[in-house]
């Protein structure tokens, strides 16, 4: 069956990361919106599709998803506003909500992302979400072995990021680890001098819903030329240690005597990997469609990230425990 995909904003994001592998989709057909035509245009005329003038015009095209991929600070007025005509499927670029950028997500975020999916969900709208480091074959490799060798249930992780990769770092630990119930956090806020959306080191412990604990360190310290996140998983029967964009993936099975390391071929960069990324994520989300299936990652995902850095926030500024569930209800 053929799909229609909606693109909403045509900057950097979609121009790189998204519309390159829509476009080769012989079964696809692209339309999109963007603030600024002439930026919708200049896509369009390279890679095919038409422009559209506004929400209403892009609701009577009838798409089968939306992929909203505005700059974080606008997305949740592109939200708002595709809300209003209740569209099949939504689908988001990450962080859902970031009114102050990525590096800055605030409680605001949280609750306004909380809003807006309970109006989707009201109105019968599926959301999705990216995160593309789902789909980075370290992690997914990790995830096999895993299971794979019955390493059993989480005990503890730990987690170091830089801000260009947090957001997909606190999702991955979700994904291998489950939610997060309670928070204490401090923060280099003080130290710095910074105002209340100056970017800071932070680093926080945490206790998951099944008695697992954690601990996170959040920074823009170093350069991009060593890796941008470690995280560390220790399991019943085994612990694995994935590190940066699809690197080193370092695995101890406790059942045996080996300790192994599994790197990526030489002759592929960290950004061939981080660019195949959204391919394999866009593909399986045009997969579910195909196939009138859940997302691979519903927008619940999104919700759960939010709330993680919002926890973190609120901790770190009231030197206190937060409970989740308390404070910030998903529902």
């Known amino acids: 069956m053929a799909l229609k995909i909606g693109i909403v904003g045509t900057g950097s994001v979609a121009r790189n990361n998204y519309v390159p592998y829509l476009a080769q989709q012989e079964d696809v057909e692209l339309v999109y919106l963007n603030r600024t035509r002439a930026k919708a245009e200049a896509l369009a005329a390279e890679h095919g599709g038409r422009v559209l003038d506004s929400p209403a015009e892009l609701a009577a095209e009838e798409p089968d998803a939306v992929m909203v991929l505005t700059h974080e600070t ?39 992302a909380r809003e807006l999916l309970k109006r989707a969900e009201a109105q019968g709208t599926e959301t999705a979400m990216v995160f593309n480091y789902r789909f980075f074959e370290q ?137 195949a990324s959204f391919g394999k994520s866009v593909a399986a989300y045009l997969e579910s469609i195909r196939r009138n299936e859940s997302p691979p990652i519903g927008g619940a995902a999104g919700l759960q990230e939010l709330r993680f850095e919002a926890a973190l926030k609120r901790s770190a500024a009231e030197r206190r425990w937060v409970e989740l569930d308390e404070e910030f209800p998903v529902s």
Request: net charge negative.
């Open 139 to 275: 992690t997914q490799r990790a995830r096999r072995m895993v299971a794979e060798r019955e390493f059993g249930q989480p005990l503890q992780v730990v987690a170091y990021s830089h801000y260009a990769t947090w957001s997909h770092v606190i999702d991955l630990v979700h994904l291998f680890a489950g939610p997060i119930v309670a928070m204490a956090a401090v923060d280099s806020a003080e130290a710095r001098g910074g105002g209340s959306n100056a970017a800071v080191d932070v680093g926080g412990a945490f206790r998951f819903a099944n008695g697992a604990v954690g601990t996170i360190l959040g920074t823009l310290s170093p350069t991009f030329a060593f890796p941008l996140f470690e995280l560390i998983i220790n399991l019943e029967q085994g612990r694995v240690h994935m590190r940066d964009l699809d690197g080193e993936l370092e695995v101890l099975d406790y059942s045996g005597t080996c300790h192994e390391r599994i790197a990526s071929v030489t002759n592929v960069s960290r950004w061939d990997h981080y660019k």
């Open 74 to 112: 606008q997305r949740a007025e592109a939200i708002e506003a595709l809300l209003e005509h209740s569209f099949k499927r939504l689908f988001f670029e990450k962080p859902l909500v970031a009114k102050n950028g990525q590096e800055n997500v605030c409680e605001d975020d949280f609750f306004t």
